[in-house]
């Protein structure tokens, strides 16, 4: 029996609508699957293991949710190995954009990854073997080509590390933004304060460089100190991230008040606005060590405690106060310790000083040549008492030593000035007697 064109055409049409009925049931199940999967553990802990590979800390993801052609999260929490750069890590508002024609091709790219604030406190990492971490794997996502990461960009950075990480300090709200390129990562940061050890705050006006595996290449940065900002302070140079890169970083410091970086009371005897340069270096395995010549502009001296003594001895007030003509110095450091040396001090035709001072840990040791104009040396009672000599560019010259803590500053002029003061008085009534027995006694024929 033959079928007619009629229902041929209404066999065609059940089986149409039986077949769409399928793909929809298809589509719906395997977007209830997708759905379950996303907003279940299942690509939390697959990203959680992600995050573990990368930079060994053990965390939590909060749940996702779909965002648009991607995911989002409320946020991440972790914890770092002994091994791991991180002691602690935390994320809020996380968006992960991928590609979705990606998908078709069997991987899984990250277009783009937006953190709203992310905080982390870094360790130095132990030097023991790194723990093995069980690779993590979605199902039909090819492994060498999962999650890669094209863009990132972190809203608000903030930072701290320990005082055995270069001195401790932290960075708080710096706006970070990363994208990939074939060289590394090229990054770009803006605003945030910086606190560093036996630094003041600084605000970043910008910092852009490439990060080269354990690597960072600054191209440029620039910091404006929070309390003044006209001070500037910027780098260029390699920063070498891990004991295994060396480091070579060039450094200039303009317009820096002496108030925001000497301790008191220097802070109120040295005045004036600190310019230089220099470097920071670091070999395989060694600790940074800082170079660099530094100037002192618009400086003065006021109130040093052997140039008053001298003033209260000479009964002038040019020490008390002395407005600078030059100041300069070098200064090299390494951990906790550090030398000023070359020092060249010069207050027009009134005083010159000269010499150097160490600190190591608190304590401080150092020489200072004073010489003093003649018309002043010359004021002081009974100079061949040893104190000034007359010497280099027709001064008179003493020698001042220097010790005790970053605290408590000692010099030993001012006790020798009180000796010099004390064995001279009686010479003065000698004198002054002899003088007055003169006139009263008449003359001898």
């Not at 690597?215 to 390699?238: D, N, Q, V, Y």
């Not at 002081?380 to 220097?402: E, K």
């Amino acid at each position: 029996m033959a079928i007619s064109k009629k229902e041929w055409c209404r066999w065609l049409q059940i089986c149409g609508l039986g077949l769409i009925v399928l793909l929809l049931f298809g589509v719906g199940v395997g977007v209830l699957w997708l759905n379950s999967f996303v907003r279940g553990k299942a690509l939390a802990n697959y990203a959680a293991k992600l995050v573990e590979r990368q930079i060994g800390c053990q965390g939590t993801f909060e749940s996702f949710s779909f965002a648009g052609f991607g995911f989002a999260t409320k946020g991440y929490q972790g914890k770092g190995s002994a091994s791991s750069h991180f002691a602690s890590i935390q994320a809020k508002g996380i968006r992960i954009e991928i590609d979705p024609f990606a998908l078709l091709r069997g991987s899984l790219e990250v277009r783009r990854i937006l953190i709203f604030k992310l905080t982390a406190v870094l360790q130095k990492p132990s030097t023991g073997e790194k723990p093995l971490v069980e690779g993590a794997s979605v199902p039909g996502v090819k492994e060498e080509r999962s999650a890669a990461l094209q863009r990132l960009r972190i809203v608000s950075l903030n930072l701290e590390w320990p005082s055995n990480l270069a001195g401790g300090g932290s960075v708080k709200g710096i706006d970070l933004r990363g994208e990939a390129t074939e060289e590394g990562w090229g990054l770009r940061a803006r605003g945030g304060i910086i606190g560093a050890a036996d630094l003041p705050e600084l605000t970043l006006s910008e910092a852009h460089g490439l990060l080269e595996g354990r690597t960072l290449r600054i191209e440029a940065a620039e910091c404006h100190l929070r309390r003044a900002p006209e001070a500037l302070l910027a780098g260029t140079g390699k920063l070498g991230l891990s004991p295994s890169e060396p480091t070579d970083l060039s450094w200039q410091v303009q317009a820096l008040p002496t108030g925001t970086v000497l301790p008191s009371p220097w802070n109120d005897r040295v005045t004036g606005k600190v310019r230089g340069f220099g470097k920071v270096l670091a070999g395989v395995g060694q600790p940074y060590e800082t170079k660099g010549d530094l100037f002192l502009d618009q400086g003065s001296l006021r109130g040093i405690p052997f140039l008053v003594a001298l003033a209260s001895l000479l009964q002038v007030r040019d020490l008390q106060h002395l407005a600078l003509s030059r100041a300069q110095c070098h200064v090299e450091g390494k951990g906790d310790w550090m030398r000023i040396s070359a020092i060249d001090i010069q207050s027009g035709d009134t005083m010159t000083m000269n010499g150097w001072t160490e600190i190591e840990g608190k304590r401080v040791s150092g020489v200072l040549n004073v010489g003093l104009r003649s018309e002043l040396a010359q004021r002081i009672p009974h100079l061949n008492v040893g104190l000034f000599q007359l010497g280099a560019g027709g001064y008179f010259w003493t020698t001042v030593r220097l010790s005790g803590t970053t605290n408590n500053v000692q010099e030993d002029l001012t006790p020798r000035l009180d000796w010099a003061i004390k064995k001279s008085i009686p010479m003065q009534i000698e004198q002054k007697g002899q003088r007055l027995f003169r006139r009263v006694m008449p003359k001898m024929p």
